[in-house]
C-alpha cells in the first residue's frame, strides 16, 4: 500500500516555514487548511496499513505454528516468548487469557533462565541455534 499521495508531496512541499523542529505541524496549519487535511489523511492511511501488516503477521505466525505442529496453548506460548513476543502480543496471536500467559512465561523463565536474569543457559542457547 503506498501511502504517500501526490496530493500529500504536494502539500509538504507547498509548506515553506515548518518552525522549530519542537513545533507540530498540527499547531502550524489551521484545522481547516487542505494541507492539515492531507497530512491527517496520511496519518489514518499509515494507521491503516499497520493494523494490516500486523494482521497479516499474526496470519502467518499462526500458520507457523501449526507448520510446527503447535497446539499446546503453554506449548504455543512458551515458543512465541522465546522469539521474543511479549505476553500482550501472544494473547493476540493464540486465544489465550493474559494472566495466563504471564503465569506460563513466568514459569519458562523461572526454569530456564540462570538467577532469574536474562541470561538462557548453555544448552538452552545450543537449542535454539540447531533450531534455527
Known sequence: MDC??????????SIDDWGDMDDKIDHLLSP???????IIK??????????????HDITAIRKEL????LTDKQCQTEFLYQHGLSAGKITEIIDI????????ILEYRASHYIDRRK??????????MKAE
Request: glycine fraction near 2%.
Open 4 to 13: 504517500i499521495t501526490p496530493m500529500l508531496s504536494e502539500a509538504l512541499n
Open 66 to 69: 501449526a507448520r510446527r505442529k
Open 32 to 38: 481547516n487548511d487542505w494541507r492539515l487535511q492531507e
Open 97 to 104: 487469557a493474559r494472566s495466563t500467559a504471564d503465569k506460563i
Open 42 to 55: 496520511f496519518r489514518k492511511r499509515i494507521a491503516l496499513a499497520e493494523k494490516s501488516r500486523e494482521q
Open 119 to 128: 541470561a538462557m543457559g548453555m544448552t538452552d542457547a545450543l537449542v535454539l
